[in-house]
């Protein structure tokens, strides 16, 4: 068992910047796939970023260049620093892990995930 808590979001304005972090319990945290989606209101979860056991990253075409995942092994925390944030990058940002990994195209789909944290609210005002 797994759990991860976020942290970090917030109120910015447009071209602000915010990091989150997701800390995880357990201590197998080092082999495990990590990923962050996100969800707005009337849209489904969308997949953001995700960084593999090897810190190789994956982005979403819509953030890549403006975000950044990294991870601390140490820490047991995965990191997703947003820069230059826009209005349509309001939504509950969600932190997840998975035993698997995968490739890019893998690690984009949310049931490729077995744990999720419970969300932060992340508002980008115009």
């Known amino acids: 068992q797994v759990q991860l808590v976020e942290s970090g979001g917030g109120v910015v304005q447009a071209g602000g910047s915010l990091r989150l972090s997701c800390a995880a319990s357990?201590?197998?945290?080092?082999?495990?796939?990590m990923g962050w989606f996100r969800q707005a209101p009337g849209k489904e979860r969308e997949f953001v970023a995700a960084?593999?056991?090897?810190?190789?990253?994956y982005y979403a075409d819509s953030v890549k260049g403006r975000f950044t995942v990294s991870r601390d092994n140490a820490k047991n925390t995965v990191y997703l620093q947003m820069n230059s944030l826009k209005p349509e990058d309001t939504a509950v940002y969600y932190c997840?892990?998975?035993?698997?990994?995968?490739?890019?195209?893998?690690?984009?789909?949310?049931?490729?995930?077995?744990?999720w944290g419970q969300g932060t609210q992340v508002t980008v005002s115009s």
């Open positions: 960084v593999d056991w090897a810190s190789i990253t």
């Open positions: 357990g201590r197998t945290f080092s082999n495990y796939a």
């Open positions: 997840a892990c998975t035993p698997w990994g995968g490739s890019r195209g893998q690690l984009m789909e949310d049931s490729r995930f077995v744990y």
